[in-house]
């Protein structure tokens, strides 16, 4: 078992010995004086140096920066024109030696837990981002950095086609950021006090790759050099012995103003013990310019591009550079003239002068086209290059801010920051200009931008004996809800609002922000987009959206059922559902709303009013367009812009969003009943109502399944020496759906009305959208999976051209694959629908044609069971005759189906009767059982895996054995096929069939430890790294199952350790009470922050999407995590903190029908207090072990552990809840009655709650 280590929290210290330093050599930018005198200022140490650098620099608690920038002057030193900062008292301090106990390695974080990484740019390469979050009202930028020259590897607007440094993939990125990105030139001069020719001169580059450290070899002479990865921010820092010289650069995005912009602060440090001069230029090396879409080109026609690229200017100097292109490059007849373009601005700490920029690369780098060596600045002086002519036409320009003749006296700092964004106008930079030089702005700014993130992740605030878990479930949360988005509530006006959830007043709206796909620098395939508008948000992809959303009801109570309704509203009538979600879009459908609301918010000053009446009224909208067209029309608002966009979302209606995509995944159905486990958890007494009385529509999607008679297509087999069937090109691009979509076109606006998007009944452009109730939504999607199992009877076909959650098995759907774990989620689903109907004993109401398609699969059922067929004790791979004519047979029901309501329902209803739905549900639910039954026995099978482990599999394939050609061809001319006869293939074992397997023994104990043992000991246990594989061995499988095979055994999905489906297993460990299982496998390693962590290689409060297993070849990169961050393991991580500290049902109904409260932890004594780990707990007065936690971002919950022993299931014996207004309500028992738990749930009045164990 990995013991954890001891953390600790240490400042920026270098480590230094009293060794003479000796000077660059080889390849590095050497010092360029001739003299041959040693200077004293190579003999120093750093410690009281750097310390008080660092106190300076980040340990001020209310300011990150120091607020009072100060000037020095000297006999013997001119004053600079620039401010400089004293760090230093006089005198100088030897730096002390650290104990064994105070090894830098045990050091993981720093006081602000942020994680450290020391010789970064020496180390495995590894990517990170900042998070792109400005706040509800900000703009923001993306960015993304890497452990190599200065960090930061490519930022931008929007998404990676709107760069103002360019976009490279990760491999690429380690490459040439040190180069391409941010760099620092640093010409000084020690000594010389009279003048600077008296001195001793040098040039140097903080963070060249030139001096980097190389792993496990001892020089002197190379720098040391630190990253800091901070939640909302990164820091790298140099300490540079030979030239006393330290460089720190941070980097974060501005929050809240309504600019996007990335903020840069370099600040160099005089470490040594004399005066230093020195001028510098700090920036970036490449920038890229405005104008459209440039990813493509950048990548294709880089050297064309730079044909309308050019550099302008705000004004007379140099100090506000506009980088854009003359228009936006096309080859059409429609020609757009750039307006909009990237800037720089920079200035010292201090002053609000701003610093000439140096945009001419040439005068910088000469003829050094790799950008290694600044041959420019080598042969001239900064003051040289600012004085002289530039050019910035028809190439890619710099960025440099220059810094001209600062004087630092031993211990004084100068700060260089540079604010880089996008304007619209060039007009637009002198009043950026002037709010970002203004008194402490900066560093105001970087204040709120740490506060903000403390804001918005303290909604799972939590107090343990380990500080770092604590910390990993902000940061789960945090990228949880980058990749589902964060929910606000909108439309709080009074007090009835606010007492209020979005179900029970019609003037709350949920909207989510910060939501992307999660695309970055290794997950380049993801094209993210992130708006830089107030409220931000992007689209996701359906199952990552679906996943990560499961728990927002459980942090924020008041958005009722909006995300179940959400998602159940994309449920098509074909059983599919799209592939992208998009933001909410609103409408005010009544103008006379919309003229009083623009009345209410607006100052009438330059027409204001009648253009908000206008863009109110003028179609959908979501938050953020409208803010930008008040800012583009010039609207002036009379009220906050809180309270204007409450206004107007109050009078407003929604509607869901979403894309079709391509294909039809099979498993994004499979996270509904999360989504309503976690609502009912929280209502349970909102079910009822959220079942029955709750119309939903069905998205119209504009792809067509195909029938089996033309995506089963003949082919040769790999070899060309036999012919086989495939299943291919399984949906069609509709166009006469699209027709369809073009008749809600609007004439005047060319936008497509958001009615195309839902089914409707009748004919063309007539007809309303056809609704259902949410229960009758879920039987059809039952239905219609039960109808897709395939001709065993075992597993959901992948009918729909895509796998389900593991898509590298993209070739599945080709071999007429199915899958298990679509077997166990229908199993869960069949019980739910069922249970319902038993608990409520009302009718579902359903589309006739459903009804119609029911009825034959019932007969058809009826038939089979008539015909005495019963299963073998042993399973032949050829399907049973039976089996395969009740699978023709249902199969054509379907189709037949999907045919009817291809275009249109009719609106006719068919009313099925409780009983008669008990009955139906009950008999689909034991051949969905019989079907688990069959898997089991035909198994699996792969290396050292002969069908016996006991453990249920995953995928099966199906070999079309007989068949008749139809005499029709698909088009690319191969013959089209019925299939008259079938047998099933086999694969190796996969994680995913055993962790949702799970789910159907649950509340079986003995079931659950059995198969938990059963896991362990197969093939899927990594026993190197004491993880679990996505898959066990692939060896010998067929190229042909898609790209997990292309892969290399231990890499992404081939046998790897992927994250989500690891921790969606642990998660079944403890929804199944096995706790002692569960906590042995985190606390042994399988799960953050309890990694080793010179082997994950990254913040072990960031979870990856993969880890490179111990059947990856290279042992240096076993246990590696790779594709940061944003992960559906986060989800997962929730659900599990979630039953840790909350319980599976904290709100239950009583005999009386009435809502009670309870809370029952499953917490081991370890996070109370871990004497072995040298964690003491925190106590209450009566000396009781305590944790704490925030529950529903509001409540501090403080758990009384007065038994001294792990809480697993243990029931309160009493609860005080603290109100507000500090009056108490003390309860004795196990729940909270009814009255004080409707207040806790509404979150009135309620401060804390104190449960007693």
């Known amino acids: 078992m990995l013991t954890v280590p001891k953390f600790k929290f240490s400042c920026h210290q270098s480590h230094l010995t009293d060794v003479e330093a000796e000077p660059l050599t080889g390849n590095a930018i050497s010092p360029i004086n001739t003299s041959t005198t040693t200077p004293s200022w190579k003999k120093y140490g750093m410690g009281a140096a750097l310390i008080a650098l660092v106190g300076y620099v980040t340990l001020n608690t209310s300011s990150p920066f120091h607020n009072a920038i100060l000037s020095t002057t000297t006999a013997d030193v001119p004053s600079s024109h620039y401010s ?107 000594g010389g006090h009279k003048k600077k020719e008296d001195g001793v001169s040098f040039l140097i580059e903080p963070f060249s790759p030139a001096n980097s450290k190389v792993e496990g070899v001892e020089d002197a002479s190379k720098p040391d050099r630190t990253m800091y990865v901070g939640t909302n921010e990164m820091e790298i820092l140099e300490v540079d012995d030979v030239h006393g010289v330290t460089t720190s650069v941070n980097y974060f995005v501005m929050p809240e103003e309504d600019f996007a912009a990335l903020v840069r602060r370099t600040t160099i440090t005089n470490t040594g013990d004399d005066y230093l001069t020195l001028s510098a230029l700090d920036g970036l090396a490449k920038v890229e310019p405005t104008g459209g879409r440039l990813q493509w080109g950048l990548k294709n026609i880089g050297r064309t591009l730079e044909g309308w690229m050019g550099v302008y200017h705000a004004n007379d100097d140099l100090g506000l550079p506009f980088y854009r292109m003359s228009t936006e490059p096309s080859d059409t007849a429609s020609v757009k003239i750039e307006k909009a373009g990237h800037y720089c601005i920079s200035f010292m700490d201090g002053s609000d002068d701003l610093l000439p920029i140096v945009y001419d690369t040439e005068k910088v780098f000469g003829f050094s086209t790799t950008l290694q060596e600044p041959n420019g600045l080598i042969k001239s002086s900064i003051e040289d290059i600012v004085a002289n002519p530039q050019y910035g036409d028809a190439k890619t320009s710099s960025a440099f801010a220059a810094a001209q003749d600062v004087k630092l006296a031993p211990g004084e700092s100068v700060t260089v920051t540079s604010v880089y964004g996008q304007a619209e106008n060039i007009e637009d930079l002198p009043k950026i200009a002037k709010t970002i030089t203004k008194k402490h702005f900066i560093t105001d700014k970087f204040q709120r931008a740490r506060d903000m993130m403390n804001e918005l992740t303290s909604k799972v605030e939590t107090h343990t004996a380990n500080k770092l878990f604590d910390g990993t479930i902000k940061q789960n949360y945090l990228d949880n809800s980058l990749r589902g988005g964060m929910p606000v509530i909108l439309g709080d006006l009074d007090d009835d609002a606010r007492s209020s959830n979005a179900d029970e007043d019609s003037r709350l709206k949920v909207y989510h922000v910060f939501s992307r796909i999660h695309g970055d620098l290794e997950r380049d395939y993801n094209d993210f987009n992130i708006d830089p508008t107030y409220f931000s948000q992007g689209p996701g992809n359906y199952r990552d959206v679906a996943q990560n959303r499961r728990n927002d009801v459980v942090f924020s109570p008041r958005i009722g059922s909006f995300v179940v309704k959400q998602f159940l509203s994309f449920i098509q009538a074909d059983g599919y559902e799209p592939l992208t979600v998009q933001a909410y879009a609103y409408q005010i459908e009544n103008p006379n709303e919309a003229s009083r609301v623009a009345a209410l918010i607006t100052a009438d000053v330059n027409n204001s009013t009648q253009t908000v009446r206008n863009i109110l009224s003028g179609g959908i909208f979501r938050p953020g367009q409208l803010f930008s067209l008040f800012d583009q029309l010039g609207v002036t608002l009379s009220v906050s812009n809180q309270r204007a966009i409450d206004e107007i979302m109050a009078i407003a209606t929604e509607t869901p969003m979403a894309l079709y995509g391509s294909g039809y995944w099979a498993d994004h159905w499979e996270y509904y009943l999360d989504l309503i486990e976690a609502y009912t958890s929280i209502y349970p007494d909102g079910e009822e109502s959220l079942m029955y009385d709750t119309e939903l529509r069905y998205f119209f999607s504009t792809a067509t399944v195909k029938p089996r008679s033309q995506k089963y297509v003949e082919d040769y087999t790999f070899d060309g020496k036999s012919k086989h069937i495939l299943q291919l090109d399984a949906t069609i691009f509709d166009t006469d759906k699209v027709a369809e979509q073009e008749a809600f076109r609007n004439v005047t606006t060319g936008l497509v009305a958001n009615e195309a998007n839902w089914q409707r009944t009748g004919g063309p452009a007539n007809g309303r959208a056809f609704t259902s109730p949410a229960i009758s939504k879920l039987f059809l999607l039952g239905a219609m999976k039960y109808s897709m199992r395939d001709a065993y009877g075992m597993g959901v076909e992948y009918e729909g051209g895509r796998p389900g959650w593991n898509d590298a098995m993209n070739g599945l759907a080709g071999m007429v694959g199915s899958g298990m774990p679509e077997t166990f989620e ?65 199969a054509s029901a379907r189709e037949s189906y999907r045919n009817e309501v291809q275009y249109y329902f009719s609106g006719d209803t068919v009313e099925i009767a409780p009983e008669d739905a008990i009955d139906m549900l009950t008999k689909w639910f034991d051949q969905v059982q019989l079907g688990v039954a069959r898997a089991m026995k035909i198994g699996s099978r792969g290396i050292d895996d002969d069908g016996t482990s006991g453990l249920p599999p995953s995928y099966f394939s199906y070999n079309i054995t007989k068949w008749k050609r139809t005499n029709e061809k698909n088009d690319k001319g191969l013959p089209l096929v019925n299939a008259e006869a079938m047998s099933v293939g086999v694969f190796p074992l996969f994680l995913e069939a055993p962790t949702r397997y799970m789910k159907l023994i649950v509340d079986d104990q003995d079931k659950m430890v059995d198969m938990y043992e059963k896991v362990l000991k197969s093939g899927l246990r990594d026993d190197g790294l004491k993880m679990y594989y996505l898959s066990a061995d692939l060896t010998g499988q067929s190229y042909d199952m898609g790209r997990m095979m292309a892969f290399a055994a231990g890499w992404l999905e081939n046998q790897s350790i992927w994250m989500h489906m690891s921790y969606k297993y642990y998660l079944q460990l403890i ?129 009384h552990n007065t038994l001294g022993t792990d809480l697993f299931e243990v029931e309160p014996t009493s609860y005080i809840v603290t109100m507000t207004d500090g009056s108490t309500v003390e309860v004795e028992g196990s729940k909270i009655p009814t009255e004080t738990t409707v207040k806790i749930r509404k979150l009135l009045g309620v401060e804390t709650i104190d449960v007693y164990f």
């Open 1071 to 1199: 929804r199944g009470k096995l706790y002692e299982q569960f906590y042995s496998e985190m606390k042994g390693g399988g799960m953050l922050p309890f990694m080793d962590p010179k082997v994950y290689g990254r913040s072990l409060m960031e979870c990856s999407s993969f880890i490179a297993s111990s059947a990856f070849l290279d042992p240096s990169v076993v246990g590696r995590g790779f594709l940061a961050r944003l992960s559906g393991s986060t989800a997962e991580f929730l659900s599990i903190w979630r039953l840790m500290f909350i319980g599976p049902n904290p709100f239950v109904m009583n005999d009386d029908g009435d809502v009670e409260m309870q809370l029952i932890p499953a917490l081991p004594l370890w996070l109370f207090e871990d004497k072995e780990a040298g964690a003491e707990g925190a106590r209450d007065k009566d000396g009781n072990l305590i944790v704490s936690y925030k529950l529903f971002a509001s409540i501090m919950v403080t758990y």
């Open 826 to 890: 229908l199993s869960e689903l069949l019980k739910y629908v069922l249970s319902v109907v038993k608990k409520y004993q009302r009718p579902l109401v359903i589309p006739a044609e459903l009804g119609e398609m029911v009825d034959t699969v019932n007969d058809a059922l009826d038939e089979l069971l008539a015909s005495g067929y019963e299963d073998s004790e042993e399973l032949s791979h050829k399907v049973p005759k039976e089996l395969f004519k009740y699978w023709d047979t249902v």
């Open 84 to 190: 400089v900062v004293p760090t230093l008292g006089k005198g100088h301090h030897h730096h002390h030696k650290k104990s064994e106990e105070e090894d830098d390695e045990t050091e993981l974080f720093d006081e602000r837990r942020r994680f450290i990484v020391r010789d970064f740019d020496a180390r495995s390469t590894f990517s990170n981002f900042l998070p792109g979050v400005a706040g509800v009202f900000g703009k923001p930028v993306w960015s993304f950095y890497v452990n190599r020259g200065q960090g930061l590897a490519s930022f931008g607007l929007a998404s990676k086609d709107f760069p103002i440094m360019e976009f490279n993939t990760a491999n690429k990125a380690y490459q040439v950021t040190p180069y391409v990105g941010f760099r620092t030139f640093v010409q000084g001069v020690r």
